[in-house]
């Protein structure tokens, strides 16, 4: 009996540690496959419309991807997540993604959609309403605020597959340049103000899977150096430059964009100068907003003055 309250308590405590998970209340007409970061969860009766498939997935999870084959009549998936005391997280509706065909990983974070494929989700009918209204209007406890959805057109026999992506708070990247920067996320450049004043932090905005940060810096004399952090909302480093980054005196035709390839010899790792706050620096700006004090003024080798240096950081899942 001792041992049985033991058990229990330590379970107890495992289960709270945890947090609490949520419940995927889906069904799809007709046959349905779910997959919960990339993982597919089997359960008994997917392969059944008329009946509530009910699934714990993690309170963290980042994508829920629902695959569904229609034999006829009208096809469809219907889903809603709740929490433990049943509040509503999410329903089926057009801020779902669906496609027509599969591809690799889409149903995984991180996951890129090919241009065109994918398109919100787009609704049949609510919960208990249509068609469903005479055959189902009440499938187990998924939510009525759920749309029964497919990709437009609503084509029977067809096969969709629908991705629920959580959305991500932005990150932020603290950036300066001596002496004169310009930035890029995903091969886009960011202007701001303040870009060729190298006293002055810049702060910008970036996805939180964003894949590619490149700057671009020209220095006018003495020394030169790029320095950046990057950083979750609540101030946490996510990364610095250092030698983590790639560095090349040369301009190459979509060097800050993602799937760049780099020429033989033309990149080499970031050549650390000094820490933000030390070396030459230490003496002018110790404090440059608020970059990671971890970061390092980066160049290429040689650190040549008068010179342009092209930086980037690959961040690919
Ligand atoms: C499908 O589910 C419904 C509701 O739970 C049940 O009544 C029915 O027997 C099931 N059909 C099959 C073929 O399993
Ligand atoms: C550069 O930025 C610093 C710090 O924000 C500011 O004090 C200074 O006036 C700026 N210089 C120019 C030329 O804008």
Redesign the pocket.
């Known amino acids: 009996m001792a041992r049985a309250i033991f058990c229990w308590v330590v379970l107890k405590i495992i289960l709270t540690a945890k947090g609490e998970d949520y419940v995927l209340r889906a069904t799809c007409d007709n046959a349905m496959a779910v997959y919960v970061d990339g993982k597919e969860i089997i359960k008994s009766?997917m392969e059944?419309w008329?009946?509530e498939s009910t699934i714990s997935i993690p309170s963290d999870f980042k994508v829920l991807g629902i695959r569904c084959v229609d034999y006829g009549v009208i096809p469809g998936i219907l889903a809603s997540v709740h929490k433990q005391d049943g509040e509503e997280v999410l329903v089926t509706d057009g801020s779902w993604r669906c496609s027509r065909e599969e591809f690799e990983g889409w149903s995984e974070a991180g996951f890129t959609e090919a241009d065109g494929a994918w398109e919100d989700g787009s609704p049949i009918a609510r919960h208990g309403e249509g068609i469903w209204s005479h055959y189902m209007p009440d499938i187990g406890s998924i939510s009525k605020n759920a749309y029964w959805i497919w990709t437009g057109g609503h084509e029977t026999y067809s096969t969709a597959y629908c991705r629920y992506t959580v959305p991500q708070p932005a990150l932020f990247l603290r950036a300066t340049c001596d002496n004169e920067m310009t930035v890029y996320v995903d091969g886009k450049e960011i202007i701001k103000s303040g870009m060729e004043n190298w006293t002055q932090e810049s702060t910008i905005s970036i996805p939180y899977d964003f894949k590619v940060l490149g700057i671009r810096c020209v220095d006018y004399g003495v020394i030169p150096g790029i320095l950046a952090s990057v950083h979750k909302q609540d101030g946490e480093e996510v990364l610095v430059t250092d030698g983590s980054w790639r560095c090349s005196r040369e301009e190459f035709e979509g060097w800050s964009e993602a799937g760049f390839t780099e020429a033989d010899g033309a990149w080499e790792d970031g050549s650390p100068i000094a820490r933000h706050g030390e070396g030459i620096w230490s003496h002018y700006m110790p404090d440059i907003g608020s970059i990671s004090k971890n970061a390092y003024w980066i160049w290429t080798g040689g650190h040549e003055t008068y010179s342009t240096a092209y930086c980037r950081y690959s961040n690919y899942f």
């Open positions: 009766g059944n008329t009946q």
